[in-house]
């Protein structure tokens, strides 16, 4: 597999809360020199990189993000928000004590509102893999199916673990064909990207994909 493309499949991430416009300067740059799939930033940054790079970035923002529990309203005004500044993809977080609760039905409808508010973009589902079981991790697949989104993500990469090979498997067992699945955290190497593409992930998210592909340690996220 090609350095591109591996790198077209990567949405090269900067969501740590101490990062300043010059991370994201940096991050954007190299998107745009590597041709990653998007940038993924923190919202409060989407406009200033729509202002200042117009079209030649693809943005990715995260909502509900990284806990998850935010109540649905709150999460439509994030991305009504989100969608007014310029982004062009949506990394959700499902309310993960909901799932833990069992309320899955009102995870799929909370997951479905967002998904009508996105339209023709990309809305991606985190369901923070670690905090949950295999039946979990199932009823998930199918919700996010039954609501409609894209795709259906691993990790946060601020959970007690990222991505590992065998929720990838899981998921391609149980989740519709139009679901496409994205990877987050636990990819430090370039033999770790590809092999979570050749497992079947459309997308993975990691701030190290660079540094990766010249030999070096991903950070995990």
Not at 24 to 52: F, G, M, N, W
Not at 168 to 179: A, S
Request: aromatic content about 6%; glycine content about 8%.
């Amino acid at each position: 597999m090609t350095i591109e493309e591996i790198l077209s499949h990567v949405d090269h991430t900067q969501l740590q809360p101490y990062a300043v416009w010059e991370d994201i300067e940096k991050l954007c740059q190299e998107a745009i020199d590597y041709h990653t799939a998007s940038v993924c930033v923190p919202p409060t940054y989407i406009s200033r990189i729509k202002e200042t790079y117009k079209d030649k970035v693809t943005i990715c923002t995260v909502i509900g993000f990284p806990l998850g529990y935010s109540v649905t309203e709150a999460k439509v005004q994030e991305v009504r928000k989100a969608l007014e500044d310029g982004a062009d993809e949506i990394d959700m977080v499902v309310n993960i004590s909901d799932v833990k609760n069992g309320l899955y039905k009102k995870v799929e409808e909370e997951i479905r509102t967002l998904k009508e508010l996105c339209k023709e973009k990309i809305l991606k589902v985190i369901i923070e893999t670690c905090y949950l079981t295999e039946e979990e991790k199932i009823e998930m697949c199918k919700a996010v199916t039954k609501a409609g989104a894209d795709y259906i993500k691993t990790s946060t990469g601020f959970g007690t673990k990222g991505a590992d090979l065998e929720d990838i498997r899981l998921f391609k067992k149980h989740i519709g064909d139009k679901v496409k699945i994205k990877a987050a955290g636990g990819v430090r190497t370039r033999e770790d990207l590809e092999t979570f593409l050749e497992e079947g992930c459309d997308r993975i998210g990691t701030s190290s994909a660079i540094n990766m592909i010249k030999g070096g340690q991903g950070s995990g996220y």
